[in-house]
């Protein structure tokens, strides 16, 4: 049997060919493998040849009416000028001009549609052929398409929360055809469910969608001695609605607290391959205490902006509390630890022989506010002096990496040295450090390392083309600092990267900015920056918007009047407006 043809047809229930994606997958094989002539006859062969003629409800008809249609040159050109001009479309809805050209051309396309067609669509690549759903993977890749389509992130997040079981956890990834996925003992999954509901109402404005029922799914429990287990699931009849869904999560990993008042590690957190950290029940992670602090802040917002009768303080108590265990328990001296484990050895501390320092910790301690004032130079100092090697051009996640340490922490050390998590950079969190540094206003920094690692910039002449050795229009999830393979770059399209990246292009250095019909602009830009242009096509109406920087005039016009105020309301007039935007040299 073809192997592309059994891949495709594995998993889809009788009758369950019924898609347009499925049948022009269908027809695209039978154009490559049907015998002379086409017709009706020759196809009902085909399928049976592969046992699947009684198998789908196809119209034979319609199937041989696409196979004359696109075996037709001139129909085949003309669709493929349709996907283009549709791509054009979705990927044009912003457009920058800045001073830098490459910048330019990772945030006005390659970013956006390496995460729509790798992530969001396809849910493969090259070094990642799956095809599944992760929980906490496409829920971050909606945050970065945020400003394109606003279905796309709701129907996204109301996906995620149908897999969610009533106890709080979720599957961590699953299969749709055939309703199979993996229970486990991930304790940050939830949370992203959380983010990313209240990222979508603070810039909808849609505080109505937290009213839309939606079903759990269900499953038998881990067993005690279970790390984890892959099982076929069903929904239950049983609806809660999307506030319902985010309140239990946030619930769960409250009530999942270590002794030390740092949150429960289970079975590991956002870094995967530290999975036997916590896996007794009593090791905690420092950076999901800090993750938790940052969901509880962006939840008691939420809720208030959604019914304002509704208690919080039960939130601010536990933020309270959660902040002064990050910064008893889990500060040591320049900066943070990354976990404890079970029997209370810590990880990421200057008494570690491996791993150190964490750049998670590090970047999520300025950004949620957690750091005290004092402190930020110094975790800074700690993140450049140990994690950013400028002669590689990357910023590790971790050092020195795990090679023989007696406390395992998890498939992470099955990872060479210096690859992937264990020791390399994993771009992703790169992108949180970048945040941070803007917060602490190292904005000339931060635009330094993230042109560090646009790939348009990692491949500008043969010899450093012949070091990175992947592409150079899309976002690598990790960069070598394996001494054998120094600089080299990792797996590339499938990567929670290109989302985030995207996000700190455009709002974090840009600082374009959008809260329900405002948008407002915050820019941190590189020193010499003296203005950028950004065009931004809101359903039918077009704001072509430049920003100046000025040495000390703050002001914003619309089509030349003046407003009295510092944001602009958005409406579908079905115009084109100039706005000037006039900011202050920071």
């Not at 695209?28 to 592969?50: C, G, K």
């Amino acid at each position: 049997m073809n192997n592309e043809f059994d891949a495709f047809s594995q998993g889809v229930e009788p009758g369950g060919l019924r898609s347009k994606t499925q049948i022009k997958l269908l027809v695209n094989y039978l154009v490559a493998n049907i015998r002379e002539p086409i017709n009706s006859s020759t196809i009902i062969e085909a399928l049976q040849v592969h046992g699947l003629a009684n198998y789908f409800e196809v119209n034979i008809d319609y199937i041989l009416e696409l196979i004359k249609k696109y075996t037709n040159v001139d129909n085949a050109l003309s669709e493929l000028d349709k996907v283009k001009k549709d791509w054009l479309k979705t990927l044009g809805t912003i457009n920058v001009k800045t001073p830098d050209e490459s910048f330019d051309y990772v945030i006005n396309g390659w970013y956006l549609y390496q995460t729509i067609s790798s992530r969001l669509f396809a849910r493969s690549g090259f070094n990642q052929s799956g095809g599944a759903f992760g929980f906490r993977d496409q829920l971050q890749d909606t945050i970065g398409v945020k400003f394109l389509n606003k279905d796309i992130m709701k129907k996204q997040i109301l996906k995620h929360a149908a897999h969610q079981f009533v106890e709080g956890d979720v599957l961590h990834w699953w299969h749709e055809k055939n309703k199979f996925g993996l229970r486990s003992r991930y304790k940050d999954d939830y949370l992203w469910l959380v983010y990313a509901t209240c990222e979508y109402c603070r810039i909808t404005g849609d505080y109505k969608y937290l009213d839309e029922e939606i079903p759990f799914v269900s499953g038998p429990l881990l067993a005690d001695w279970e790390e984890e287990r892959g099982m076929n699931f069903n929904y239950t009849k049983e609806k809660a609605t999307l506030y319902e869904h985010c309140l239990i999560a946030l619930n769960r990993s409250m009530n999942q607290m270590g002794k030390n008042g740092l949150p429960l590690m289970g079975g590991g957190d956002w870094n995967d391959g530290m999975n036997k950290v916590g896996i007794e029940g009593k090791g905690t992670s420092v950076w999901l205490g800090f993750f938790q602090y940052w969901i509880m802040d962006k939840f008691i917002t939420l809720t208030k902006k959604y019914n304002k009768k509704l208690d919080v303080s039960k939130y601010e108590k536990a933020m309270e509390k959660l902040k002064e265990a990050l910064n008893s328990v889990a500060w040591e001296k320049d900066y943070y630890l990354r976990a404890f484990f079970d029997d209370g050895t810590k990880l990421g501390s200057k008494d570690n022989d491996e791993c150190k320092i964490d750049l998670l910790s590090q970047s999520f301690s300025i950004l949620t506010g957690v750091a005290e004032r004092e402190n930020i130079s110094k975790i800074i100092d700690s993140v450049e002096t140990n994690l950013v090697d400028k002669d590689l051009g990357i910023v590790k996640l971790l050092t020195p990496a795990f090679k023989k340490t007696k406390h395992i922490p998890g498939y992470i050390m099955d990872y060479p040295e210096g690859i992937r998590e264990n020791g390399g950079q994993y771009t992703h969190s790169v992108s949180w450090y970048l945040m941070a540094l803007i917060r602490a206003g190292y904005q000339d920094r931060a635009y330094n390392y993230f042109q560090m690692i646009n790939p348009i910039n990692r491949a500008r002449d043969k010899k450093s083309t012949d070091v990175y050795k992947v592409e150079p229009y899309v976002i690598a999830a990790d960069i070598y600092s394996n001494k054998n393979n120094p600089a080299r770059g990792g797996w590339t399209w499938y990567s929670g990267s290109s989302g985030w990246f995207y996000n700190v292009g455009l709002t974090e250095i840009l600082g374009f900015k959008k809260e329900d019909n405002r948008i407002s602009f915050d820019p941190h830009l590189p020193s010499g920056w003296k203005s950028f242009e950004i065009e931004y096509h809101y359903l039918d109406t077009t704001y072509k918007i430049k920003v100046n920087v000025t040495a000390n005039k703050e002001d914003i016009l619309v089509d030349g009047e003046k407003l009295d105020k510092k944001y602009v309301t958005i409406k579908n007039d079905k115009r084109i407006h100039a706005v000037i935007v006039n900011v202050r040299d920071r």
